[in-house]
């Protein structure tokens, strides 16, 4: 069996992001309530905010993808377990999907079903090429991978049973 973890880059990028929105907060909110003495109240606020990081990077850090021969077995970032029994597996699918208003690409891996629907996905964003090599490689199905890049548009049209419900449906019409 072998475990996967997202890239650790993105838990100090995203803690860093968070930092630099909530201390200009803090700072605005103790200037604001510090005439009249309400410190206990900028203290709360701070504990709360930094009780949330500290949930958040641990939900972040205990996030990970074991995959065998059996199947796969993935312990999402809200620490929901999702298993895919190998016999399952039809097909493995990597596509270069454009991001949202570039021209930048990101690579996708779809662990698609029998029936065509996505059972597994792994975004390029989180997880490097490595650890999609490995999924694909140790599954031993077919790997099919699309020449051209796509949209969402165009992949919520050709194939939406591989997408999260929320991207099934266009927020624009």
């Known amino acids: 069996m072998i475990t996967l973890r997202p890239r650790r880059s993105l838990g100090w990028s995203y803690s860093i992001a968070a930092a630099a929105l909530v201390l200009p907060l803090l700072a ?32 972040y850090r205990r996030t990970r ?28 699918l990597r596509i270069q999907l454009y991001r949202p208003n570039s021209l930048e690409t990101t690579e996708e891996l779809f662990v698609v079903c029998r029936g065509g629907r996505g059972r597994f996905r792994m975004r390029g964003r989180f997880w490097d090429a490595a650890s999609m090599d490995l999924v694909a490689r140790t599954l031993d199905v077919e790997e099919v991978t699309r020449p051209d890049p796509v949209t969402l548009a165009e992949l919520r049209e050709s194939d939406p049973g591989l997408l999260y419900w929320f991207e099934r449906r266009a927020l624009m019409a």
């Open 28 to 59: 605005v909110e103790l200037w604001v309530l510090d005439p009249t003495g309400s410190w206990p109240v900028v203290a709360v606020t701070a504990a709360i905010v930094f009780a949330l990081m500290c949930l958040g990077w641990v939900a």
């Open 65 to 92: 993808v074991s995959v065998s021969r059996q199947g796969i077995v993935e312990r999402g970032f809200f620490g929901a377990t999702t298993v895919v029994a190998a016999r399952d597996v039809a097909k493995v």
